[in-house]
């Protein structure tokens, strides 16, 4: 009997750690003997709320004409304070249900799992639990799913969302005509600064960019 798999979203550090051998990756560019590791402690500010980062609140980039100590946070300290901010807190606790969603037929059309050129479609049952949780003054939106093995592998759904979340996000959400990439920053750099904070032994691979969603308009927003 198929076992089930749990896709979430927003992606827990668990999926992070599902991806290809990021260990190796990590281990390749790890910081020498004598690299001094940075301790977890309460971040000086607070990340995941709905406020925009300036300039030079963000880590320094190759692409800015101005010198990395102009900014107010090396790539370290910023990773370090996110992840912190991260793993405290309880993603599965503290929601409200707001229902569930599925496809009207109930299904959506797929490729086999082991699909050739020769396959057709088949209908695999699609059902969404929408939830929302109050954090920093702000409503944050989840949905849950559960998919058996026989028709999606937890790699691909790993791939989907912590791989490049806004091109996906671009993609496959009918509201959202494009991601625009203005910033990425490097991976071996980021890497890197993983194995300097204090979450090194957890986070073993990380992306980090910033893109522009172009969304449609709401002419009428009690409609949407």
Known sequence: MAQPVDARNPVQPETLRSQ????????????????????TATPKRQYLNLNPLKKLDLPHHQAYNNAASDHNVSLVHFLDSLFSE???IQFDEGFE?????????????????NATESNDEIPVPVSVEKRIKDLNQA???VRTSTHSNTHVKF??????LAKDHSRNEATYTPSVFDAIELLKWDHEELLK??????HHEEIHNVEMFSKSLIWELCVCPDCC
């Open 20 to 39: 290809h051998n990021v260990g190796q990756d990590a281990d390749a560019n790890s910081m020498p003997g004598d690299t001094t590791v940075i301790t």
């Open 86 to 88: 991260v793993r405290r």
């Open 97 to 113: 249900n707001r229902g569930t969603w599925s496809p009207d037929s109930g299904n959506v059309m797929m490729p086999p799992l």
């Open 139 to 141: 409503k944050w939106a």
């Open 155 to 160: 790699s691909e759904l790993g791939d989907l």
């Open 193 to 198: 600064a993983v194995q300097r904070s204090g």
